[in-house]
């Protein structure tokens, strides 16, 4: 695949992300809500939209990665507990699961032999490509492995804060700005995260470690509510 093909996947990636789990959710709730429907029942219907996105997903590539299956899984508990209780404030806090859970399993893989950012890197140049050779063979080296196992344990913390900065939010503001605040906070995360990893990998590689290939930037954990 040329470097142009891959600028346009990223691109439509991206253009997805914004239409699917940003913008329609949050117009879907201001229209259903303005029509007369409660707020659960608007925050349920317009957590379709992210389920769409995944679903395509599914569709297009037929399979559903780790991310995927976390964000149907927390639209699927967002969305039976908002039917359950008619409360709106659980509904958004269970949008921080993918989230909380992702973290866990981020610090969780620190004691396997490869932790998670290392696997998803390798998924995300292909396994079979000569950037994913290569980062197989580097793995034999400390310094390597120990750059890998450090970035994986920022992201594991960092998005531990960041579900629970989510969760202060949803009980603190009105549902809509919560929504619109849970909406856009992953991305904002991700791109911090993704940015601190750049910078980190080119101050090891400065120091004389083992070179890193470009960082991850795996589909952000978004909640689907």
């Not at 029942?41 to 976390?70: E, I, K, N, Q, W």
């Not at 490869?114 to 490509?129: C, H, K, N, T, W």
């Not at 080296?141 to 949803?170: D, Q």
């Not at 009105?174 to 990893?197: D, E």
Request: with cysteine; hydrophobic share 50%.
């Amino acid at each position: 695949m040329t470097d142009h093909a891959k600028a346009g996947g990223r691109f439509r990636s991206m253009t997805m992300i914004v239409v699917f789990d940003i913008a329609a959710p949050l117009v879907a709730y201001k229209l259903l809500r303005s029509a007369g429907l409660t707020t659960v029942t608007a925050l349920v219907l317009s957590g379709v939209f992210p389920a769409l996105r995944v679903g395509y997903g599914l569709v297009r590539h037929r399979r559903l990665d780790v991310v995927g299956a976390l964000v149907l899984g927390g639209i699927a508990v967002g969305t039976v507990l908002g039917l359950l209780t008619h409360n709106a404030r659980l509904v958004l806090v269970e949008g921080s699961v993918p989230t909380a859970v992702f973290g866990v399993a981020c610090l969780l893989s620190l004691a396997a032999k490869q932790p998670l950012i290392y696997s998803m890197a390798v998924e995300f140049a292909g396994r079979d490509s000569a950037r994913g050779h290569e980062m197989t063979r580097l793995w034999q080296f400390e310094g390597y492995r120990r750059i890998f196992r450090t970035i994986t344990a920022v992201w594991g913390v960092g998005f531990l804060a960041e579900a629970g900065l989510r969760v202060a939010i949803v009980y603190s503001t009105p549902i809509g700005t919560s929504l619109a605040i849970s909406k856009v906070m992953p991305f904002v995360f991700i791109g911090i995260f993704s940015a601190w990893t750049v910078g980190y990998g080119t101050y090891r590689k400065r120091k004389g470690q083992a070179q890193l290939p470009s960082p991850p930037v795996p589909s952000p954990p978004a909640p689907g509510q």
